[in-house]
């Protein structure tokens, strides 16, 4: 089942699967999210819950017990239900059960709210704590935008500028978690111009982030902002050759290829207290030729 959203600016469309953004479509139906051709990649929007990225053997660690945990955790592949739907917002729930506490050994309620607003997307996340102990928990956005846009500018023009320098090193997936050698960044002052060789290593991971917002697309051809306020980690991924370019907002990342502790003391996670709630937001704004 699917649920759709829409303005005259903007049209979108969220599965129960995995409450995941299918489709985004401006107001003469252009698509300008991935399709998901398997031949690349699947995926479209996927939400990453309780982790991002990999753990050591797939397995977190709790009060001395480990738990079997896959990559990106299981909201991505879980069920959610419908709680409300409007006809320019929607929200999505899934709550702990005992297939959920066998692999991650904490009660939760994750609610999941799009709302569009003109050309803004807007997802928030709210994950709540009704458990008698700290839960460690991180989250993360997964959007994959088209490859170029579809507003006739070539791929090679595309890049991504961000709100602020980024000269911090970067990092890179190794065997799913994340190396501790560092690399030179990508980004020439704000602006990374897109190029397939530069994910020849796997992902983009910026874990000494100074942005909060960054803008995709090209000069003359329309562009993207996408904003993520509370969201202090950044991945930039595609498959070289692919027709998307994934722009990921974190509170976490994967393990360190050297991290061997508790979950609770894992780079990037945050402990929700008991009874307490904590949101992870992001928004995508359209902007293209044309648009008064």
């Known amino acids: ?23 985004l479509q401006d107001e003469q139906g252009r698509n300008l999210l991935w399709d998901g051709n398997p031949s690349f990649w699947t995926g479209r929007s996927p939400l ?30 879980s069920r959610f239900t419908l709680v409300a739907s409007e006809p320019s917002a929607c929200r999505f729930r899934l709550v702990s059960d005992g297939a959920t506490l ?5 009660p939760f ?16 996340a709210s994950v709540a704590n009704p458990g008698s102990s700290a839960m460690p928990v991180s989250f993360g956005f997964h959007p994959a935008f088209r490859w170029p846009l579809p507003y006739g500018a070539p791929r090679d023009t ?16 190794v065997n799913g978690l994340i190396s501790r ?21 796997d992902a983009l991971v910026f874990d000494r982030l100074d942005s909060r917002s960054v803008v995709y ?4 051809g329309g562009s993207i902002r996408v904003d993520f306020p509370g ?44 009874n307490e709630t904590r949101s992870f937001a992001m928004s995508m704004s359209l902007d293209h030729p044309g648009r008064a």
């Open 102 to 106: 066998e692999r991650y050994p904490f």
């Open 181 to 201: 050698v560092e690399e030179p960044t990508p980004v020439q002052g704000r602006k990374l111009t897109l190029r397939d060789s530069l994910f020849e290593k």
């Open 217 to 220: 697309g090209a000069s003359g």
């Open 1 to 23: 089942m699917t649920v759709s959203i829409s303005t005259p600016q903007l049209h979108a469309e969220i599965s129960e699967l995995g409450a995941e953004l299918v489709r």
């Open 109 to 124: 309620r994750l609610d999941v709210s799009y709302a569009l607003e003109g050309a803004t997307l807007t997802i928030t």
């Open 231 to 274: 969201m202090p980690h950044l991945g930039i991924w595609t498959k070289p050759g692919a027709g998307f370019i994934c722009i990921e907002p974190w509170q976490g990342h994967a393990d360190p290829e050297d991290f061997d502790d508790e979950m609770s003391a894992k780079p990037g996670i945050v402990l929700i207290a008991p």
């Open 48 to 77: 990453l819950f309780p982790i991002v990225g990999g753990v050591r053997n797939d397995r977190i660690r709790v009060n001395g017990t480990e738990y079997m945990l896959p990559r990106h955790g299981f909201a991505r592949t």
């Open 158 to 173: 595309h890049e991504i500028v961000f709100e602020r320098p980024e000269a911090a090193p970067i990092r890179r997936p």
